[in-house]
């Protein structure tokens, strides 16, 4: 009877501890951090990882709900040593990957790192394969919170059990570790990776480009429309815990500021992982402007973990999506992805709007929603009267609806 009791309480015990680091409780809303790969690619070193350590926080990034601080690849010496373990190349880390894990928790960060489920990662430097336990245990040492993991020299693997080893990996190091799936979406992880890891590539790289791709040597880095394009069909697998990853933000990285703008707003309507990917010591104030906009930010980390859906597209470009939010309230986004200035003319009241995966139905000729739009911060009346409003090129209108 004893023996019965005991078996049973160690069995409660184990389901409390993998309850303790299920997903939900590492992703409740959107992760928001900052990636060194969109700006620097392999070119990253301690010094230079410290100064935007530093203006992570000194900028308010940190304030604004910003934590994890990611290095993506090239962090690595080209060889494992000798007992098979990763090491921090000596050169661009001269004190070792534990005291940068260590500087990064000192400012009150959380610290990611990357590799790769293949035998390389993407730039070439040691991959995983064979190694998940090692490696997972080698991060947990130094104090890792989060790991990207990529999806190069994989061939012959199978995507979901490669994924899968290296979630238990993490899993047994006992320590709470945020897993981002980065397999770009080929094998569609939405429909599997749910109590794997917290977010899940849902397509290829991203480049610094609003409404053209990128051709670059033997691939294309899409644009951000292209992305947003691929989205609406899987709306229905993210939420909290778990959530689609279009890619890390390119805010600051080149496009124009209502570009910018349009990309960190839609960003936020998908409910994606806010992984800011600029120089953070050199940005310009309109970008910090953009990267630390409170009530934007509000509506990607927006308890419901609702992602937005697209409503209607004018024949003048102008694409209405719209965001379920908590309390019945809602975000409604007008785009225009034409290169020409255009008007909105919306009459809610010729509208009603209905979603069966937030079960939500908003009858504007029965509720009155209160208007307010998050760039200008201006209060902009009721649903009672249409919309009327000029929107440049490549510009959004933000607005949240809240219940009267
Ligand atoms: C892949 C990923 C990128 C980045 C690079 C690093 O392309 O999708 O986000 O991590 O690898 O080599």
Known sequence: MRRTLFIFLACVFACLQSFAQNS?????????????????????????LKSMVDAYVS??????GYTYFVLDDGWMSMERDANGQLVADPKKFPNGMKEFADYVHSKGLKFGIYNCAGTKTCAGYPGTRGHEYEDARLYASWGVDYLKFDWCYADGENAREAYKTMSLALKATGRPIVFSLCEWGTHQPWLWAKDDGQLWRTTGDIGPAFSTDIKRDGWTALCVLSILDRQDSIRQYAGPGHWNDPDMLEVGNGMTYNEDKSHFTLWCMLAAPLMSGNNLHTMSPQTISILTNKDVIAID???????????????????????????????????????KPQKVDFDWSAHSINDAISKTDADFTKTTYKLRELWSKKEMGTTKRPLKQAIPPHDVIMLRLVKQ
Request: proline share 9%; with cysteine.
């Open 301 to 339: 980390q927006d308890p419901l973990g609702v992602e937005c859906f697209k409503y209607a597209m004018t024949a003048d470009s102008v694409e209405t999506l719209v965001r379920p939010l908590v309390n019945g309230d809602l975000a409604v986004c007008f785009l225009n992805r034409s290169d």
């Open 59 to 64: 900028s308010g990034m940190k304030d604004a």
């Open 24 to 48: 939900a409780n590492l992703a409740p809303t959107p992760p928001m951090g900052w990636n060194s790969w969109n700006v620097f690619q392999t070119n990253i070193n301690e010094p230079l």
